[in-house]
């Protein structure tokens, strides 16, 4: 299908000139020639430092934070065979959130800064484990949801206490904007420290990919088909459960974006999960850059949180899916 | 020739028996009717022999390997395997789904191989779906969708069939048309393991009847000498009358 060869390469060229654009924005004014100099070499050093140091690091943060949660949105939806599943409604990220911050309350990032994304990917691997071991006693996707905002709420609960009992209003804050989910002020570092844990996390579900079309038939006619059901649960538990709190250890927790991408690409590729995942990753991605550049151009006093954005946009597209469902499916 | 051969399986669920020390064979060349009243164990017993379920007792072997010791790719390979139909989660392409039946041989949505296009479309020809291929599976009626699943599972080209129900919730022509299809599967070679309801069709089809009954199994034999107005009885528990093959219903007991 002629829209759907062009659909990769249309969404991929749309992020990169979405990371420009958001490199072209700041309080410094820079004109495009500048900050194309300032990219490919040739620019002054000031230059050289807003782009390097803060724009572009922002922006990649943003685009592969999106990335990540839109794959493992798609993956997720395609294993539990339902629209509304996804890390952030699942209450994936809000538990990989709740480790990171157990992990920075005891200092234990200070000591060594891998922890971080290392508890928040534990997190988010027993949220992963829990719910799958419920889609395995389960039929009912209602109770999954369920049980998302079970974990969800409890994630919610430890983070009031572990809040209620921050030492200082600097902690307090710090905790605040983990919940809120922001990627304000990254540096290549913490890029750098989450990136390989999304790139195996991504590998693995892209590897598992094809199991994802065969569970459209259902999970028995599935491993009719000679689908190993076994290893696609683990390898999509365990790849979304990489990328997710790899994720939320570079951004914090920001939901409802691995919902919306592959809702918006799933017609476009014959409603085959395997298909979907590529576009929703790009989407997504995209998606993030353009929702961070409208939290830093719109005019508030306190800047806006970047999950708040997406969860003002996201939250009231998941009731829209959720109501379009018809009964009989679940 | 292909053969899956099952000797005293039994299948329990907690502490329940499903099914108890059942022996039942399939092979290239022959359409078998599983025959038995709701929660004989039929299910059960075809998934354990299969291997997607796991056995309390007695073994099932797929060419001489214990069929639950056969990787999911090569049993699908050898025994193309439809269960009870279900809802698609996904409003898919028909040709898609019918696609899918090709998984064990490493197809790729929508990068079909030439080896895999064609026997898709091989399939797709043999049950007469050649302009639903681009369709959405939420708009076929009931009787497309058994269509559609007999595609996928001829599509796979494995010598053995073992479906379940296919016939349910289909009105009389679509009942003939899907056993039709199945048999023209089996004159050319194929075995074929069906679950029925409808005794009818069954001894108007199958070249074998097994009947079950409280997860044993009561008889195993040609149509002719199985089908009597006692196995009905026991069986069912209807009052029927049986002429050659003919059945004549007359009420419950």
């Not at chain 1, 599943?85 to 800064?113: H, K, Q, R």
């Not at chain 2, 279900?86 to 197809?107: E, I, K, N, T």
């Not at chain 2, 050649?130 to 599972?153: F, I, P, Y």
Request: proline share 5%; hydrophobic share 50%.
């Amino acid at each position: 299908m002629i829209q759907e060869r062009w659909l990769i390469p249309a969404l991929g060229v749309a992020g990169a000139l979405a990371i420009f654009a958001a490199c072209l924005i700041g309080s410094t004014p820079l004109p495009v020639s500048r900050v194309v100099a300032a990219l490919f070499g040739g620019a002054s050093e000031g230059d050289q430092l807003v782009v390097w140091a803060i724009r572009l690091p922002r922006a990649l943060a943003a685009y592969l934070v999106g990335a990540a949660l839109g794959l493992s949105g798609a993956a997720l939806q395609g294993l539990l065979r339902n629209p509304l599943a996804e890390p952030g409604v699942l209450g994936v990220s809000a538990t990989a959130s709740l480790f990171a911050t157990v992990s920075l309350y005891y200092g234990l990032v200070a000591a060594a800064p891998w922890t971080l994304p290392v508890a928040a990917i534990i997190g988010a691997l027993i949220a992963t484990g829990v719910l799958t071991f419920a889609a395995i006693r389960t039929v009912s996707v209602v109770t999954l949801i369920l049980i998302g905002v079970g974990l969800s709420s409890f994630a919610g609960a430890m983070m009031s206490l572990l809040m209620n009992l921050a030492p200082n209003p600097f902690s307090l804050a710090d905790m605040i904007n983990w919940t809120l989910g922001t990627v304000a002020n990254r540096s290549f570092n913490e890029i750098g420290l989450a990136a390989p844990f999304m790139a195996a996390g991504a590998g693995l579900l892209l590897w598992q990919r094809r199991g994802l079309s065969a569970l459209t038939l259902g999970e028995e006619a599935a491993s009719g088909v000679g689908l190993n059901l076994r290893r696609q649960r683990l390898c999509t538990v365990i790849g979304a459960g990489l990328a997710t709190g790899a994720s939320v250890a570079l951004a914090g927790a920001i939901g409802f974006v691995g919902i919306v991408a592959p809702h918006v690409v799933r017609p476009l590729v014959s409603h085959d999960p395997a298909r979907s995942l590529v576009p929703s990753a790009l989407l997504a991605g995209l998606f993030l850059v353009i929702a961070d550049i409208g939290v830093r151009i719109l005019p508030t006093d306190n800047e806006l949180k970047l999950g708040v954005v997406a969860a003002i946009i996201g939250a009231p597209a998941f009731i829209w899916i959720a109501m379009q469902r018809r009964g009989g499916r679940d | 020739m292909t053969e899956l051969v099952v000797k005293d399986l039994t299948v329990k669920a907690k502490d329940e028996l499903l099914v108890d020390r059942a022996s039942i064979s399939l092979r290239t060349g022959e359409l078998v009717a599983l025959l038995g009243p709701n929660g004989a164990g039929k299910t059960s017993l075809i998934r354990a022999s299969l291997g997607l379920e796991r056995a309390a007792g007695g073994n099932a072997r797929l060419d001489d390997q214990a069929s639950d010791e056969v990787p999911p790719k090569e049993r699908a390979r050898k025994v193309s395997y439809l269960p009870q139909e279900r809802p698609l989660a996904w409003p898919a392409q028909v040709r898609d789904v019918v696609a899918l039946g090709r998984f064990s041989h490493g197809v790729t949505l929508g990068k079909l191989s030439q080896p895999d296009a064609d026997a898709v479309e091989r399939a797709m020809v043999a049950c007469d779906l050649g302009h639903l291929a681009k369709r959405s599976v939420d708009t076929l009626s009931g009787g497309e969708r058994a269509g559609m699943h007999c595609a996928r599972a001829f599509a796979a080209e494995a010598p053995l069939l073992v479906a379940d129900e296919p016939t349910t919730a289909l009105d009389p022509r679509h009942q003939f048309r899907v056993m039709d299809l199945i048999s023209r599967f089996v004159a050319k070679g194929g075995g074929a393991l069906v679950i029925l309801h409808d005794v009818q069709l069954a001894a108007q089809y199958a070249s074998r009847l097994v009947w079950m009954k409280d997860g044993r199994i009561t008889a195993d034999g040609p149509s002719a000498e199985t089908l009597t107005a006692e196995r009905l009885e026991e069986t069912y528990g209807v009052k029927a009358k049986v002429n050659g093959l003919r059945i004549e219903m007359e009420g419950a007991l």
